[in-house]
Structures are given as structure tokens and as C-alpha cells.
């Protein structure tokens, strides 16, 4: 408080004006008998007024008439046509207007590239053919020559895997 100088202020700031305590007691007194005299407003409401107040107010509210919101997306019109989208693209994507693919279409080269670029294994080949399909009959007409299959075994097989078996 000694650092602020707190303690050594004699002026606080605030000064009332020049005579206003003098002539305090004549203004009171003059605001007094001006409100005693102006207790009227000036404004007079009619006679029964607020006895059909009410009534008049509720007239007046009932008299307009609410009209009809309609939607625009009621719940009605959009079953209607979702289940229209759904149909559509159901027809669509069961693909009935597509012919069905057969094998006689494939050509061999196509099924051959897939078989080399899919990685499809001997054993999956297998599983696709039918034991009554096969029969022994179809291997004994075919005849290779001893160069053909030594150049197979060479290029398909390891040394290792001839000489164990």
C-alpha cells in the first residue's frame, strides 16, 4: 500500500455541483407535487373492454383456416419408386438379356493363358476332370517320339529328382 500511495490520497475523484445541496430540499418537493398531480396517465380503455377481450382474441384465431402441407418425399412415393430402382437393377445384373458363355466358345489359347498366368496347379486341373471323361484308352492311341520326351524331362525335371526315383 506505501508503494501505491494509497493511504495519502485527500481527493477522491467525485465533486457534487456547485449549490446542489442548497436547492436539494426545493427540487424534491417540486418532483413530488408534479407526480401527485400527473397520477393519470392520460389513457382510458373503453367500457367492457377487457370483458370481451378473450373472446375477440379467440375469434380472431379460429377464423383463419390451416391449410394442407403436403410433402414432397412422403413416405408412400419413395417405396414406390426405390422398389422401381431396385427391380431395374436387379434386371440389369441377373444379366438376363446376356447370352450364357459356353465352352465351345473359348478358344484354346485364351483357356491356356489362364492356365500359365492364374498359376493353376496339376492338381486343380484334376479336380475339374471327371474320372468317367478319362480313360485309359485315350493315352494308349498317342505315341511320342524318345527324342521328345528325353528334351521334356531335361528341360522339366532336375537331375537329383532321376536319380532318387
Excluded: C, Q
Amino acid at each position: 500500500m506505501k508503494t501505491n500511495k494509497i493511504h495519502n490520497v485527500t481527493n477522491s475523484g467525485l465533486k457534487a455541483p456547485k449549490d446542489y445541496f442548497d436547492n436539494l430540499e426545493d427540487r424534491l418537493m417540486a418532483e413530488i407535487k408534479l407526480s401527485e398531480t400527473l397520477s393519470d396517465s392520460g389513457f382510458k380503455a373503453p367500457d367492457g373492454y377487457f370483458d370481451t377481450l378473450e373472446s375477440s382474441i379467440l375469434s380472431k384465431v379460429s377464423e383463419k383456416e390451416t391449410t394442407k402441407v403436403i410433402p414432397l418425399f412422403n413416405k408412400k412415393n419413395l417405396l414406390y419408386f426405390s422398389s422401381i430402382a431396385a427391380a431395374v437393377l436387379l434386371l440389369f445384373n441377373l444379366s438376363i438379356f446376356e447370352k450364357e458363355t459356353s465352352w465351345d466358345s473359348l478358344d484354346t489359347e485364351t483357356v491356356e493363358n489362364y492356365i500359365l498366368d492364374e498359376n493353376v496347379g496339376s492338381y486343380e486341373i484334376a479336380s475339374l476332370l471327371l474320372v468317367d471323361d478319362i480313360s485309359e484308352d485315350d493315352f494308349d492311341s498317342l505315341e511320342f517320339a524318345d527324342e521328345a520326351m528325353e528334351g521334356y524331362f531335361l528341360e522339366n525335371t532336375s537331375v537329383e529328382d532321376l536319380i532318387i526315383k
